[in-house]
């Protein structure tokens, strides 16, 4: 538990530095901006929203507020088929706007436009599809006044409240641009995504200017795990039985992925030669 909770510390000290460099190269807003698109990127899109954050910066999208929406959609290169025809009845009349909105603009941000193989649109669960992130992330930043006054308090409740509040008229009830709507309404940002943004961007900006946050931070139960996750805790772990007990919180996780980065990732014999066994006697 201590080896873990170190790796997690320090790992979470990693996040804030590079969230102070992001704020002195971009200002706060867009750093927060950026981190957060990254996080609704999840892993297999996290590039292409990165990169959308930094070619639609929020200062430009809070300028064209009414286009913004149309404007992220458009460089993310969803807004390529005018033709109406492909949508189902009930999406046409929002392409529609989007397409109005988006076609005054595109000349000049037609340079900008993402590739298409950029996005992974499939093998994700229909939560995930980029198309629905972007739909959060547009509703983010029409709520972006209140969503800095959410942040100002610097507290992991407010902003996990403010998230799961946030609304979109259609993404709300809908996974795809051409799927048909659902009829029950759904989280536009679930709680495994909100745990993923507090524990990888607002605690670390939180930390970084000066709040202490561990005590938040080890109180994140994790929800979600990958494939670097269980490589590390079956190499670490095995097949003990205690080994669930080592995997239930974000920061156990964090500190498990750490371990992976400076260990697993460097050891080319399959732990026949790593330096961690040794390292952990002599901590002990």
């Known amino acids: ?63 064209q507020n009414d286009a913004a929406e149309a404007m992220l959609f458009g460089v993310a290169g969803f807004l390529e088929a005018p033709d109406l025809a492909v949508y189902a009845q009930g999406t046409r009349g929002y ?41 959060a992330l547009a509703a983010l930043v029409c709520a972006w006044s209140a969503f800095m006054k959410t942040v100002a308090k610097r507290d992991a409740n407010s902003a996990g409240d403010f998230f799961l509040q946030l609304h979109h008229p259609f993404w709300n009830f809908q996974y795809t641009l051409t799927s048909d709507a659902g009829a029950k309404e759904i989280a536009l940002i679930g709680e495994s995504r909100i745990a ?10 939180f930390l970084a200017e000066g709040r202490e946050v561990w005590e ?19 190499r670490l772990f095995g097949g003990d039985a205690r080994r669930a007990q080592f995997t239930k919180t974000v920061a156990q996780q964090q500190g498990l992925l750490q371990i992976y980065e400076d260990f697993c990732m460097q050891d080319n014999s399959d732990c026949a030669q790593c330096p961690f066994p040794e390292q952990m006697a002599k901590w002990r």
């Open 1 to 63: 538990e201590g080896v873990l909770a170190g790796a997690a510390q320090f790992r979470l000290q990693r996040k804030a530095a590079r969230f102070r460099n992001l704020v002195e190269n971009h200002g706060r807003d867009e750093a927060l901006f950026q981190e957060i698109a990254a996080a609704l990127g999840y892993k297999g899109n996290k590039l292409g929203f990165t990169l959308l954050a930094q070619r639609v910066t929020l200062r430009l999208l809070r300028k």
């Open 95 to 135: 392409v529609r706007k989007l397409w109005d909105r988006w076609w005054l603009h595109r000349d000049e941000m037609q340079r900008l436009i993402l590739p298409t193989k950029l996005w992974r649109l499939s093998g994700a669960r229909p939560l995930n599809h980029p198309q629905r992130r972007l739909g």
């Open 196 to 205: 993923e943004i507090l524990a990888n961007v607002l605690l670390p900006s």
């Open 216 to 234: 938040d931070y080890a109180k994140l139960r994790a929800r979600l795990s990958n494939r670097r996750l269980e490589t590390a805790a079956t």
